[in-house]
Nanobody, 116 residues
């Protein structure tokens, strides 16, 4: 089992930037995929960005060109750089890591609020 702790959320004006971090309690080298999801009030949780152990990345259409996912194996951390933020990006952002056996671990989330 791995514990995931997100940080970096907060209040930002539209057009601004934030960098989210997801720190794992152990090495992330063995995970086959790492990703960020978000859930806005009254909406279902959705995938924002994901990166595989091989380095392939995938983004939701709504964030392509604005968000960048990356990982640092030395720091056991996954990042989400969010630029050109929009009010519709307001949500709780969750980190997820998936083992090679398909077992998911989730963080508790960090709130991002984008004001217009």
């Amino acid at each position: 089992q791995v514990q995931l702790v997100e940080s970096g959320g907060g209040l930002v004006q539209a057009g601004g930037s934030l960098r989210l971090s997801c720190a794992a309690s152990r090495s992330i080298f063995s995970f086959r995929a790492m990703g960020w999801h978000r859930q806005a009030p009254g909406k279902q949780r959705e995938l924002v960005a994901a990166i595989t152990s091989g380095g392939s990345v995938n983004y939701a259409d709504s964030v392509k060109g604005r968000f960048t996912i990356s990982r640092d194996y030395a720091e056991n951390t996954v990042y989400l750089q969010m630029d050109s933020l929009k009010p519709e990006d307001t949500a709780v952002y969750y980190c997820r890591m998936t083992t090679t056996y398909g077992i998911d671990s989730w963080g508790k989330g960090t709130l991002v609020t984008v004001s217009s």
